[in-house]
């Protein structure tokens, strides 16, 4: 995983602050894999938010904080349901690939 312990608590603090305590979140995409370099922070982010006003206002404000927090870089944010009726394709290749924060 090419993502610094400082930088793991920083994305899981900010998830846990904005989306909620029981949110969980993902680290997938070419950060994962060590023989690469650069790439943006793709995260898969599971919290139980219905609303669809408020999840692309959390949505918007988790990327904000990301920002200020890591400082400019890209960052791709896909929003799950915790409890989805039907998985999308790309959040289920997140869970299979990717890292649990």
Same mark, same amino acid.
């Given at each position: 995983?090419r993502?610094?312990?400082?930088?793991?608590?920083?994305?899981k603090?900010?998830v846990?602050?904005?989306?909620?305590?029981?949110?969980?979140?993902?680290?997938?995409?070419?950060?994962?894999?060590?023989?690469?370099?650069?790439?943006?922070?793709?995260?898969?982010?599971? @919290?139980?938010?219905?609303?669809?006003?408020?999840?692309?206002?959390?949505?918007?404000?988790?990327? @904000?904080?990301?920002?200020?927090?890591?400082?400019?870089?890209?960052?791709?944010?896909?929003? @799950?349901?915790?409890?989805?009726?039907?998985?999308?394709?790309?959040?289920?290749?997140?869970?299979?690939?990717?890292?649990?924060?």
């Amino acid at each position: 995983m090419r993502l610094t312990l400082q930088e793991r608590q920083i994305i899981k603090s900010s998830v846990k602050e904005i989306m909620g305590s029981q949110a969980d979140v993902w680290l997938f995409g070419s950060r994962v894999d060590e023989t690469k370099r650069g790439g943006d922070i793709d995260l898969l982010v599971e @919290a139980d938010l219905q609303n669809p006003l408020v999840r692309v206002r959390k949505k918007s404000q988790l990327w @904000a904080k990301l920002q200020q927090q890591l400082g400019e870089q890209r960052i791709d944010i896909i929003l @799950a349901s915790i409890k989805p009726i039907e998985q999308r394709r790309i959040e289920q290749v997140a869970k299979e690939s990717g890292v649990r924060l």
